[in-house]
């Protein structure tokens, strides 16, 4: 059933039943409740709501109102309103250098992944840079989409130098566990964290509202000896993820 089925008049709205943006409001929040309204979903608008439910827009956003009050609907000014996230945020310090499959396994949350893509390539020029590569050299990436709890949380991009990953498809489950078999797990990084707006293809991995809020991640890691070991570019949700840092007085 689609959103304009689901709030078609016939059968809910009934003359007796008391107010009819009291009405809506219950039928918008069993849309939300049933799944039909997804968790990061934009309502239609006010306009097309009315038009389907012969409402007036008063009333439409009477209900809309409501339920926002309520924090079932989120209202941002210029983009609409909004199905809340009922999800938890995780907290995520910037001062542990983990791989995701051990942070949700720390949280008691168990993590999979879907390969978006995983093998030899040549590098991009972002690759050759973070990397120091030579122009004629191949890089090993893995991308994927992340999950916790069956939840979307990241996609992540990993490129790693040839003779630190000569083979992606060693990678099932943590690139930590395998980089640490090996005798080559990063023992620091650099990390650089943007807002961003999710593009169409990202939000939809995600499962989210296109335009949502995210964050960008670039991370590079490096050995003991400072050699660059990975280079990292994730997407993360906006609604998943509070990331925090300790901060000490700098002594002078």
């Known amino acids: 059933m689609n959103v304009a089925e689901f709030l078609s008049p016939r059968g ?3 003359p007796e039943d008391g107010p009819r943006y009291v009405q809506l409001r219950k039928r918008l929040a069993e849309g939300v409740e049933r799944g039909i309204l997804k968790a990061g979903s934009s309502l239609p608008p006010e306009r097309e709501i009315a038009s389907i ?3 007036s827009r008063v ?10 009050e309520e924090g079932v609907i989120v209202q941002k000014q210029g983009s609409g309103s909004f199905v809340a996230s009922s999800a938890p945020q995780i907290e995520q310090s910037l001062s542990r250098l983990t791989s995701f499959t051990e942070d949700m396994s720390r949280r008691g949350m168990a993590s999979t992944s879907r390969w978006l893509e995983r093998g030899v390539f040549m590098p991009s020029p972002d690759e050759v840079l ?3 590569l030579s122009q004629d050299a191949s890089v090993s990436r893995l991308a994927r989409l992340r999950t916790a709890d069956e939840r979307p949380m990241a996609i992540e991009r990993a490129s790693l130098p040839m003779d630190i990953l000569p083979n992606p498809l060693l990678v099932e489950t943590s690139l930590y566990e395998v980089l640490e078999a090996s005798g080559l797990r990063p023992v620091r990084a650099l990390q650089k964290i943007s807002a961003i707006n999710l593009r169409r293809a ?8 296109e335009g949502e809020a995210g964050l960008r991640i670039e991370r590079t890691s490096y ?15 906006g609604d998943a993820y509070n990331f925090v840092a300790e901060l000490r007085l700098a002594k002078e």
């Open 59 to 68: 009333t439409v956003r009477k209900a809309i109102r409501a339920l926002a």
């Open 12 to 14: 809910w709205l009934v």
């Open 53 to 55: 439910t012969d409402l």
């Open 130 to 132: 973070a990397l120091a």
């Open 223 to 237: 050995l003991a000896d400072g050699r660059v070991v990975e280079f990292t570019q994730s997407i993360y949700r």
């Open 202 to 209: 990202d939000a939809e991995l995600l499962d989210v509202a």
